[in-house]
């Protein structure tokens, strides 16, 4: 299931048009990615309102990106180097297929931490100070 609904991709986000069945598909198919990107950490009932507009901005952005680009669209750029030759090109996606611009949102979002809580008690005292 999709963070973001069709109504607020098609009139908030504003993103590039498709046909609504299209476009349902992609937001669902971009939030099973952002889960993947942030490490299945998105809980929705723990967000505050700023978080959750990236989270939903960030899930419209990939679903454009697919809008734009399809599902099959392989990350463009990289590096390579052999010998002093070498080449750096602009991707347009991370690893795992999530586009840049979701990923600032996640980002936007809190979601791009990949520190490993070991216990919520243990979080506490460390916020604590303890």
Known sequence: MS??????????YAGKTAADATLTAYLNR????LDIAAMNRIVVADME?????????ANCAQAEFYVENG????????????GSFSYSGDSTQFAGGV???AFQF??????TNRAIATSPTRRMQELDGG
């Open 30 to 33: 971009a939030s099973r990615d």
């Open 49 to 57: 309102a700023e978080e959750l507009t990236a989270l939903y901005d």
């Open 71 to 82: 599902t099959g669209a392989a990350a463009s750029g990289g590096s390579a180097s052999l």
């Open 99 to 101: 586009s840049k611009r």
């Open 106 to 111: 996640l980002m936007l979002a809190g979601l």
């Open 3 to 12: 963070y973001a609904t069709l109504d607020y991709y098609k009139n908030t």
